[in-house]
């Protein structure tokens, strides 16, 4: 009945979803609001964009698979809301400022604030819901230096997202920092190098008058080869990952920090007569607590477009591996731990999977109807690294130490559907189903998980000259 319920509310935000998106044509339509376009940058920019999405959940949660979850309920539906909002100010060809805030609301969610606390951050790190925060709130000096330099409130990210990414799909954002960045372009690509901190995303406390997340100094760059070679890119990296807080057990139970380094590299190519590559190794080294961490993950994808059919399908396979825990007593941490990167678009879009002790195998197919509307459908089959490791949904209820309820968590299919109204609107639409193997049987639930939502963005920027 809870399902039956969710659809009719959902098939209510549907209509209410339509008719803005009608609106929102109109509005692009507008000879008054075409002048405002801008084109070039001015030198003071107001932008805002406000965003509602209506989601159902049916047999899981944020932090559980199956009836009787501990927080929550195994069947919920609940609307996001997010909204930013703020200017950029070029004060001349070198110092331009960016000033934004962000407040983010969940309605009718079963989870609760407390169910997002979290121990190693000693505050809550909630994906839903943030209150009145800044954002991209920095300065920036560009043509000064052979290099420019950013300092503030900003997003980072790289390539597919998959090392550094915004994790923009979460209501708060997933990866926010407050951080120096400089940025060096040269020829055939460019190098930077950053410190910083993560944002906690605590909605009764500013960010700002309290601890931050994690900290971090890295690099990150790209290279472009010649023709000759294709001009595949290459984008070598090494960061780390530091949380200086003695919040973390090892596994003799000690309590210690947590200090990890990562090294590695992008490989990349977008389009070589329709085919397309994307290769992805990370090593992961450091210390957790007492224990040793060693641990590495990869991801390669290829995929190839065939522009001449109609529709313009593309069909994409890819793999991605992330190491586990062999033995969870010798002192020694195996699993991966994803850095910085996205996880919404990478393993699942159900969000079931983090990148830790996995193993996904994943096809997809792209279509292209129009060229404002796309589809894609994704079809994965997950297993665990390592059987005595833990499905990091929920790490300590999803662990057999034993290792006898084996490998394979289960199966998902993903369907989205995106229609964008350029510079104004974006609607999108999605279904994902979830079938259970053997450990997620054994473990959490035999059930069946479906997941359901629809997303409305409405975008607007007016320039000043």
Known sequence: MKFVRSLLLFSLFVAICFSCCGYGVSLAADKDIAKQEIKGKKKLEFWSNVRFRYEIQDNFNAKYYGSDPAQGKEDDSFLLGRFRFGFRYHLNKIIHLSVGVQHSEVWDCAMKDEDFYKPFFEHQNNPYEDSWEPFNTYIEIKNLFPFSIRAGRQLIFYGNKRIYGPGAWGNTGR???????????????????????????????LSWSHRSGFKSVGFYGQFKLPKSFLGIAIEPFAMTKLNNHDLYKGEDRQVGDFDAYYVGARICKKDYKGFDFDATYIKQEGDSASDNIDAYG???????????????????LEYTYASGDSDPTDGSLETFDGAFGARDKMMGRMNLFHWKNLKD?????????????????????????????????????????????????????????????????????????????????????????????????????????
């Open 298 to 316: 990869y991801h390669c994808l290829l995929g190839y477009r065939a522009k001449q059919i109609p529709l313009k399908p593309r069909v994409s």
């Open 175 to 205: 990866w926010i920092w407050d951080a120096v960045k400089l940025h060096y372009p040269f020829n055939r690509g460019f190098l930077d190098a950053y410190y910083g901190q993560t944002m906690i995303h605590d909605p009764h406390h």
């Open 361 to 465: 195998a994943q096809i997809n197919l792209d279509l292209k109807p129009m060229k404002t509307l796309s589809f894609t459908l994704g079809y994965h089959q997950f297993w665990l690294a390592e059987e005595k490791d833990a499905w990091y949904l929920n790490k300590k209820t999803y662990r057999d130490k034993t290792g006898n309820s084996g490998d394979k968590v289960g199966k998902e299919f993903d369907i989205l559907g995106k229609w964008t109204i350029p510079k104004v609107a974006e609607v999108q639409f999605g279904y994902g189903h979830f079938w259970p193997d053997e450990f997620a049987k054994n473990v959490a639930s035999e059930k069946e998980g479906n997941w359901l939502f629809l997303q409305f963005l409405y975008k607007f920027s007016y320039g000043i000259l």
